[in-house]
């Protein structure tokens, strides 16, 4: 595929500080990639251009019935200035299955990973050098169609903004203490929940604004049925180490397949760790923190990689998992992940892709 240049002027973009005051999603790049589709023409006018706004006709789809998906990816600056991608075919993959789901356009890897290639390569000098920062790295799809009507859209932009964001816990792990919500639920079977759609995040605002009032950093989502079973907590996966036992809840539609969850699940098997993808109930939780068979708890994403839970508050009582601390298997899977992504460490099964 051939992608237009058009440079941005030198200093176009307000740089970040220093690599300590990076933080998330603030800062973007000299430039970005965009792309128009037309139904009949297919994908089109794919180019590489100064950052900035794009301007949407008042009537455009996405701002009225939401037909929009996007991903969340990184790329790692390692030694001699390696750039590496972690499972990028994973998240083009998600990406066309959210835009199945969302009857929008599909995408072929190929022209997405030369987008990624080619914007990255223009902006490398972005990229953090302190470990445990990143270029993150946003695709993003909407229906630019000017029409009021609940049908697909026959014109869509897709395009692709990337940002220097901070190391997650710059002084080491802070575990969260999270709020089981029985009042909202994120996602249904049979909804969006698995595809990664802002309606999704929007629907998860009032719950999250309500724990933070309370104290608590994340919410956690139980099944919107029986308001029993673990679903996700925040916008990550969650895992349970119960019993010798690490436990992550099946994805039957409602839950978002991540990338950094399927790692967690082939990292813990290789090492011989018994994985189970199955429903676990709130009752079985707090059993397991009762009895001290519960010994750790945490959310997996890329942008923190593992995010320990070190409490819940469940219908309104406490509960401390394992002393509230960081347990041993977190903090190895953290390592290892972020050995592979950075190339610090052996990629056994292939994930770490150098694109420069
Ligand atoms: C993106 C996301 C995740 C994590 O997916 P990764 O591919 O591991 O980053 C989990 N849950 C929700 C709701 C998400 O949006």
Redesign the pocket.
């Known amino acids: 595929m051939e992608i237009r240049i058009q440079e941005a002027e030198p200093g176009h973009m307000p740089r970040p500080e220093s690599d300590d005051t990076l933080g998330f999603g603030k800062y973007f790049t000299d430039h970005m990639f965009l792309m128009d589709y037309e139904k009949g023409t297919g994908w089109h006018n794919a180019r590489i251009v100064p950052y900035g706004p794009i301007s949407l006709d008042p009537a455009a789809v996405v701002l009225h019935y939401g037909q929009e998906v996007f991903e969340?990816a990184k790329a790692y600056r390692g030694q001699g200035d390696a750039i590496f991608l972690f499972r990028p075919e994973?998240?083009i993959e998600?990406l066309n299955r959210s835009a199945a789901r969302l009857c929008m356009p599909q995408l072929e890897a190929e022209t997405i990973k030369q987008a990624y290639r080619e914007l990255i390569r223009m902006d490398r000098d972005w990229i953090p050098r302190k470990m445990g920062t990143s270029l993150y790295i946003r695709p993003t799809m909407i229906a630019t169609e000017a029409f009021l009507g609940v049908k697909p859209a026959i014109r869509y932009l897709f395009y692709i903004i990337i940002g220097p964001v901070g190391a997650y816990y710059p002084e080491g792990f802070k575990p969260t203490n999270i709020y089981v919500t029985t009042e909202y639920v994120?996602a249904v079977r049979g909804g969006v929940?698995e595809a990664?759609t802002s309606g999704?995040?929007a629907a998860s605002l009032l719950a999250a604004e309500k724990a933070i009032a309370k104290g608590f950093t994340q919410v956690l989502w139980l099944d919107a049925v029986e308001r029993r079973y673990v679903e996700?907590v925040g916008?990550?996966?969650i895992f349970f180490l119960l019993d010798g036992e690490l436990i992550t809840p099946p994805l039957t539609g409602s839950?978002?397949?991540?990338?950094?969850?399927d790692s967690v699940i082939h990292l813990a098997r290789s090492w011989g760790i018994r994985v189970s993808e199955r429903q676990i109930g709130m009752d079985e939780v707090i059993r397991g923190i009762e009895s001290g068979i519960l010994k750790e708890v945490f959310g997996?994403?890329?942008?923190a990689v593992i995010s320990p839970v070190g409490s819940f508050c469940y219908q309104e009582k406490n509960y401390t998992v394992a002393g509230g601390g960081t347990g041993e298997l977190a903090q190895k899977l953290y390592d290892t992940l972020i050995g592979i992504q950075y190339g610090n460490l052996e990629d056994p099964f292939g994930w770490r892709v150098q694109i420069g």
């Not at 839950?255 to 969850?261: H, K, M, S, W, Y």
């Not at 997996?300 to 942008?303: E, H, R, S, V």
């Open positions: 969340g994973k998240n998600r994120r929940g990664k999704n995040y996700e916008t990550s996966n839950i978002l397949p991540g990338v950094t969850r997996t994403g890329t942008a």
